[in-house]
């Protein structure tokens, strides 16, 4: 592997304008593509295989006008205090209402509320749902505009009228979101290098690659059903992964120059020893991505495939645009002060003398410190790092996980207000009620027994009567709740109708689905459940054996599968304390606190562990190298920190800043994955492959290395440490070049 990639990376050197031609030609032609695609469709949630989907599919076979796509505003209205909706006046008042939606442009039905009985018992509040042509995505600023107006004549009026549904347009997301992480990367790659031009290749490298990543999905958004989600979770992985990748290799290539290299075997011996890391680095992420299929959730199956497929790209360019680019400039990428040294120019007496001087009072970098600290203490080290990252996982015993609706909006938001309007004056069941299918050889008889063996259950507020389509072999009960969506007891009443099938099969010869949002949310949890184990046992199955062949080595991988389990449970307690009971809400910007994306555990569990094995392999390849090459255990640790601690470091940062800024976004989806991302890359790399692995390393010693001779003789020789690079003709030094005793720039 490592001689391949330095083939490559010599080709990509030797022919920097062709391969740099190359990938902006990609760029712009998809970007062409991308631009001139249909408008990416909205989020859409299936479970297919479960009750509540197979109800949901029955529904739009059965009611094709029920489900039709059309985006729809549901108005609460309120009558002022002391006051009657039924009230003459205020009566006329909500008429005018409704006749003004009407007039709305793309409106084409509207319902009044008080000949469809959306008026509450005690007179003062009521709903009208206005129902549009077209769906959400495709309704223009004119039909938002004449919605939100309408709402303001009403209020002025004296009316309180707020809105909720899918017509209703959402505030504006905080844009520009990834410029806050790049400008943070920015700053962290100038302190590293030291160059602008070092510094701005990684950033320059990422955003062609996001960029072909974002516009490719884009581009087959309308195709595939990819939405503005799956581009923005793309972007964030992409981005993060995109500049650490660039990094790693620019580092290496600057120690390689250092070191004596002629520049192009630089170049090689960087792709062929960090670029080697890189792939199977990126291997592991794209692994843990793409597994998300497993789960059989078609929403978490397409983000996880989109942002691979952007993981791919930025290796891709990793291995063979950056070295294109350090061939423009192979020189300024390194620090101003030791750039004359590579053109030929040897340094003046006094100049050497001050340079002697200097390497004299050199101490050790940071990565050799800390490095060396950690193998006098690793026992204490392990023990702490261990008890903190358990302590912050404390919180995750509370985890309670729920699905996005209105009522997790925040306060301030006419949607939220309304919602909790109907909440208030019908019932809190009446924002989550339960759809319930019937299909018989009588349907309608068979539906009527039904609906009254449903009045009976425990916990049922009201009972519609049963609404029978034109063939007459369906029909639609809905039952409302009296608690809420997310309650315990709905919850309960859901399994309590969904166990009573058999009595209605045989009494009634009826067959019953149970669909809504609490029985959606049943059916995922059950689905999260039954694919849990067998993604864990995937993921982290085809990881074992991957860094087993890259690192030859049995507990190597198991220690970074045990690290990971450490540094995500600590992720999801941070997660629960801030997002769930609302510590340090005001500090992130979290409005609205509650239950926990449903989907965000085993998203973040499929990114965290892919992360977590990019550190493990950017880290412990270089002590492996050093082990390799003759060093003992604890030495290696030590020279492992020395050249990778600070590019670690640097990548960390990076990565972290990258994942906060998407903490502004309004999509509370993307803004707990921001957040859970940031805290996990946080803990697993500065803790967990900072302090517990190298700890570990030097408590087991040569015993870390072990591997069963039998399996050493059948697995494959990656030589991700470029010990067969070793062997070929090495470089004449260059004049002037930094020799052993002066001082390490990059780590």
């Given at each position: 592997?490592?001689?391949?990639?330095?083939?490559?990376?010599?080709?990509?050197?030797?022919?920097?304008?062709?391969?740099?031609?190359?990938?902006?030609?990609?760029?712009?032609?998809?970007?062409?593509?991308?631009?001139?695609?249909?408008?990416?469709?909205?989020?859409?949630?299936?479970?297919?295989?479960?009750?509540?989907?197979?109800?949901?599919?029955?529904?739009?076979?059965?009611?094709?006008?029920?489900?039709?796509?059309?985006?729809?505003?549901?108005?609460?209205?309120?009558?002022?205090?002391?006051?009657?909706?039924?009230?003459?006046?205020?009566?006329?008042?909500?008429?005018?209402?409704?006749?003004?939606?009407?007039?709305?442009?793309?409106?084409?039905?509207?319902?009044?509320?008080?000949?469809?009985?959306?008026?509450?018992?005690?007179?003062?509040?009521?709903?009208?749902?206005?129902?549009?042509?077209?769906?959400?995505?495709?309704?223009?600023?004119?039909?938002?505009?004449?919605?939100?107006?309408?709402?303001?004549?009403?209020?002025?009026?004296?009316?309180?009228?707020?809105?909720?549904?899918?017509?209703?347009?959402?505030?504006?997301?905080?844009?520009?979101?990834?410029?806050?992480?790049?400008?943070?990367?920015?700053?962290?790659?100038?302190?590293?290098?030291?160059?602008?031009?070092?510094?701005?290749?990684?950033?320059?490298?990422?955003?062609?690659?996001?960029?072909?990543?974002?516009?490719?999905?884009?581009?087959?958004?309308?195709?595939?059903?990819?939405?503005?989600?799956?581009?923005?979770?793309?972007?964030?992985?992409?981005?993060?992964?995109?500049?650490?990748?660039?990094?790693?290799?620019?580092?290496?290539?600057?120690?390689?120059?250092?070191?004596?290299?002629?520049?192009?075997?630089?170049?090689?011996?960087?792709?062929?020893?960090?670029?080697?890391?890189?792939?199977?680095?990126?291997?592991?992420?794209?692994?843990?991505?793409?597994?998300?299929?497993?789960?059989?959730?078609?929403?978490?199956?397409?983000?996880?495939?989109?942002?691979?497929?952007?993981?791919?790209?930025?290796?891709?360019?990793?291995?063979?645009?950056?070295?294109?680019?350090?061939?423009?400039?192979?020189?300024?990428?390194?620090?101003?002060?030791?750039?004359?040294?590579?053109?030929?120019?040897?340094?003046?007496?006094?100049?050497?003398?001050?340079?002697?001087?200097?390497?004299?009072?050199?101490?050790?970098?940071?990565?050799?410190?800390?490095?060396?600290?950690?193998?006098?203490?690793?026992?204490?080290?392990?023990?702490?790092?261990?008890?903190?990252?358990?302590?912050?996982?404390?919180?995750?015993?509370?985890?309670?996980?729920?699905?996005?609706?209105?009522?997790?909006?925040?306060?301030?938001?006419?949607?939220?207000?309304?919602?909790?309007?109907?909440?208030?004056?019908?019932?809190?069941?009446?924002?989550?009620?339960?759809?319930?299918?019937?299909?018989?050889?009588?349907?309608?008889?068979?539906?009527?027994?039904?609906?009254?063996?449903?009045?009976?259950?425990?916990?049922?507020?009201?009972?519609?009567?049963?609404?029978?389509?034109?063939?007459?072999?369906?029909?639609?009960?809905?039952?409302?709740?009296?608690?809420?969506?997310?309650?315990?007891?709905?919850?309960?009443?859901?399994?309590?109708?969904?166990?009573?099938?058999?009595?209605?099969?045989?009494?009634?010869?009826?067959?019953?689905?149970?669909?809504?949002?609490?029985?959606?949310?049943?059916?995922?949890?059950?689905?999260?459940?039954?694919?849990?184990?067998?993604?864990?046992?995937?993921?982290?199955?085809?990881?074992?054996?991957?860094?087993?062949?890259?690192?030859?080595?049995?507990?190597?991988?198991?220690?970074?599968?045990?690290?990971?389990?450490?540094?995500?449970?600590?992720?999801?307690?941070?997660?629960?304390?801030?997002?769930?009971?609302?510590?340090?809400?005001?500090?992130?910007?979290?409005?609205?606190?509650?239950?926990?994306?449903?989907?965000?555990?085993?998203?973040?569990?499929?990114?965290?562990?892919?992360?977590?094995?990019?550190?493990?392999?950017f880290l412990v390849a270089r002590m492996r190298e050093a082990y390799v090459h003759g060093a003992s255990p604890s030495d290696a640790v030590v020279t492992g920190f020395r050249?990778?601690?600070?590019?670690?470091?640097?990548?960390?940062?990076?990565?972290?800043?990258?994942?906060?800024?998407?903490?502004?976004?309004?999509?509370?989806?993307?803004?707990?994955?921001?957040?859970?991302?940031?805290?996990?890359?946080?803990?697993?790399?500065?803790?967990?492959?900072?302090?517990?692995?190298?700890?570990?390393?030097?408590?087991?010693?040569?015993?870390?290395?072990?591997?069963?001779?039998?399996?050493?003789?059948?697995?494959?020789?990656?030589?991700?440490?470029?010990?067969?690079?070793?062997?070929?003709?090495?470089?004449?030094?260059?004049?002037?070049?930094?020799?052993?005793?002066?001082?390490?720039?990059?780590?």
């Amino acid at each position: 592997m490592a001689t391949f990639l330095s083939s490559v990376g010599r080709f990509a050197f030797r022919r920097r304008g062709l391969v740099t031609l190359l990938w902006l030609a990609a760029l712009v032609g998809i970007g062409v593509a991308a631009s001139s695609a249909p408008t990416p469709p909205a989020d859409t949630f299936s479970m297919p295989g479960t009750e509540s989907q197979k109800a949901f599919d029955l529904l739009k076979e059965k009611f094709p006008a029920a489900n039709a796509s059309g985006a729809t505003a549901r108005v609460v209205l309120r009558a002022p205090q002391g006051h009657k909706l039924t009230d003459p006046e205020e009566k006329a008042k909500v008429g005018d209402l409704v006749a003004r939606l009407g007039k709305a442009p793309e409106v084409v039905a509207v319902s009044d509320p008080f000949k469809t009985n959306a008026v509450n018992k005690d007179g003062t509040t009521a709903y009208s749902v206005a129902t549009y042509k077209v769906a959400a995505t495709e309704l223009d600023d004119k039909a938002h505009n004449a919605l939100t107006e309408t709402l303001d004549q009403s209020r002025k009026d004296g009316l309180t009228v707020e809105a909720g549904g899918d017509a209703v347009k959402l505030e504006a997301a905080g844009g520009g979101a990834e410029g806050i992480g790049i400008l943070v990367s920015a700053l962290v790659l100038v302190l590293t290098f030291g160059s602008m031009i070092a510094a701005g290749m990684p950033l320059l490298t990422a955003l062609i690659g996001v960029g072909i990543g974002t516009s490719a999905i884009t581009a087959l958004g309308s195709t595939l059903g990819l939405s503005s989600t799956t581009t923005t979770l793309a972007m964030m992985i992409g981005l993060a992964v995109g500049i650490d990748y660039a990094l790693f290799v620019i580092s290496r290539y600057r120690s390689e120059l250092s070191e004596g290299r002629e520049r192009q075997d630089a170049a090689a011996r960087a792709v062929g020893t960090a670029g080697t890391a890189v792939v199977f680095a990126g291997l592991t992420v794209i692994i843990a991505l793409a597994g998300l299929a497993v789960v059989n959730v078609p929403m978490l199956t397409k983000m996880g495939l989109a942002a691979a497929g952007t993981v791919a790209i930025a290796v891709l360019v990793a291995v063979t645009l950056v070295p294109a680019l350090l061939g423009f400039a192979p020189i300024k990428v390194m620090p101003r002060a030791e750039r004359k040294r590579f053109y030929g120019k040897p340094l003046s007496e006094r100049q050497q003398r001050k340079a002697d001087k200097r390497a004299a009072r050199q101490k050790p970098n940071i990565g050799t410190r800390w490095g060396t600290f950690v193998v006098r203490r690793p026992l204490a080290v392990l023990v702490v790092g261990v008890v903190g990252l358990g302590a912050l996982a404390i919180p995750a015993a509370s985890l309670q996980l729920g699905l996005p609706s209105e009522g997790t909006y925040a306060k301030d938001t006419t949607q939220r207000k309304a919602y909790d309007m109907l909440s208030a004056s019908f019932g809190a069941g009446f924002n989550g009620p339960l759809t319930i299918t019937v299909q018989g050889k009588d349907t309608a008889a068979a539906a009527g027994k039904v609906g009254e063996q449903l009045v009976k259950v425990k916990n049922v507020a009201t009972v519609s009567s049963a609404s029978v389509n034109p063939k007459g072999d369906t029909a639609i009960i809905t039952v409302v709740p009296k608690t809420g969506p997310m309650d315990d007891a709905t919850e309960e009443l859901v399994k309590t109708i969904r166990g009573m099938k058999d009595d209605f099969r045989s009494s009634d010869n009826a067959t019953v689905l149970v669909s809504g949002q609490t029985a959606l949310y049943i059916d995922f949890s059950k689905t999260l459940d039954d694919a849990l184990l067998p993604y864990l046992g995937l993921v982290v199955g085809l990881a074992f054996l991957l860094l087993m062949l890259v690192f030859r080595s049995v507990l190597v991988p198991l220690k970074a599968a045990l690290g990971f389990l450490l540094s995500v449970g600590a992720a999801l307690g941070a997660v629960v304390a801030v997002f769930q009971w609302g510590w340090l809400a005001e500090v992130f910007g979290i409005h609205q606190t509650g239950q926990v994306m449903s989907t965000l555990p085993i998203f973040m569990i499929g990114v965290v562990f892919g992360l977590a094995m990019d550190y493990e392999v950017f880290l412990v390849a270089r002590m492996r190298e050093a082990y390799v090459h003759g060093a003992s255990p604890s030495d290696a640790v030590v020279t492992g920190f020395r050249y990778g601690g600070r590019v670690v470091t640097a990548a960390a940062i990076i990565m972290t800043s990258v994942f906060s800024s998407f903490i502004l976004d309004t999509n509370d989806f993307v803004k707990m994955i921001g957040f859970s991302l940031a805290t996990a890359v946080l803990f697993d790399a500065f803790v967990v492959r900072m302090a517990l692995v190298p700890a570990l390393f030097a408590l087991l010693g040569r015993s870390a290395w072990w591997l069963p001779g039998w399996l050493d003789r059948l697995l494959p020789n990656m030589d991700v440490e470029g010990e067969k690079l070793n062997r070929l003709p090495a470089a004449a030094p260059i004049p002037g070049a930094r020799h052993e005793h002066e001082p390490e720039y990059i780590g």
